[in-house]
Nanobody, 115 residues
Framework: QVQLVESGGGLVQPGESLRLACVASGITLSTYTVAWYRQALGKQREYITH???????KYSDLVIERFTISRDNAKNTVYLRMTGLKPEDTAVYYC?????????WGRGTQVTVSS
């Protein structure tokens, strides 16, 4: 059974940082494209970033130069390092892994940015 489990969310103040983790079981994450999405209350889910198996990375204009995606293949984990957090970054953050017809989602982790 394939599972993606996100962790690392929480309540932080504006300007602070968080690192989210997406740990996979049942698949070898390094062979999948892994993306992060987020969904704020009352809004549609939006794309943040992704990393391909070959290491190609792309970021949404909303987070470029503030967020960094990375892999730890030994831990079967993909991270999302978030710096300079803003109140508008408040959302549930989801990990997504896909390859060919396979498409998996985690259940999300809540990030709240508030003073």
């Amino acid at each position: 059974q394939v599972q993606l489990v996100e962790s690392g969310g929480g309540l932080v103040q504006p300007g602070e940082s968080l690192r989210l983790a997406c740990v996979a079981s049942g698949i070898t994450l390094s062979t999948y494209t892994v993306a992060w999405y987020r969904q704020a209350l009352g809004k549609q889910r939006e794309y943040i970033t992704h990393v391909s198996p070959g290491g190609f990375v792309k970021y949404s204009d909303l987070v470029i130069e503030r967020f960094t995606i990375s892999r730890d293949n030994a831990k079967n984990t993909v991270y999302l390092r978030m710096t300079g957090l803003k109140p508008e970054d408040t959302a549930v953050y989801y990990c997504n892994a896909w390859k060919n017809s396979e498409n998996y989602w985690g259940r999300g982790t809540q990030v709240t940015v508030s003073s």
